[in-house]
């Protein structure tokens, strides 16, 4: 079965840093875009950053940019969310995703890893 392991939240003061690790198991990691999706306290769910392993291609948020970087380990099938200069915006449960590049309709989702930073 396909499992995306979610790893690396925290509480963090607002200025601080946390690192975020989605390791993929039972795909082929190059034929997915692999990312992350937040939903903070009461509202919706939003994307937030990802990595396309086809040709590499990122998407960040408007909210995330220059504070987040999202990259990739292929050898260890793992896609990793650096965050830093955490706001308290920020605090969410983070959800890594993944979503094929050959078929739009197969996506899959691993369980949620909770980011609290306080002011």
């Known amino acids: 079965d396909v499992q995306l392991q979610a790893s690396g939240g925290g509480l963090v003061q607002a200025g601080g840093s946390l690192s975020l690790a989605c390791a993929a198991s039972?795909?082929?990691?190059?034929?997915?875009?692999i990312g992350w999706f937040r939903q903070a306290p009461g509202k919706g769910r939003e994307g937030v950053s990802c990595i396309s392993r086809s040709d590499g291609t990122t998407y960040y948020a408007d909210s995330v940019k220059g504070r987040f970087t999202i990259s990739s380990d292929n050898a260890k099938s793992t896609v990793y969310l650096q965050m830093n200069n955490l706001k308290p915006e920020d605090t969410a449960i983070y959800y890594c995703?993944?979503?094929?590049?050959?078929?739009?309709?197969?996506?899959?989702w691993g369980q949620g890893t909770l980011v609290t930073v306080s002011s």
């Open positions: 995703h993944a979503r094929s590049v050959l078929n739009d309709r197969i996506d899959y």
């Open positions: 039972e795909i082929t990691f190059d034929d997915y875009a």
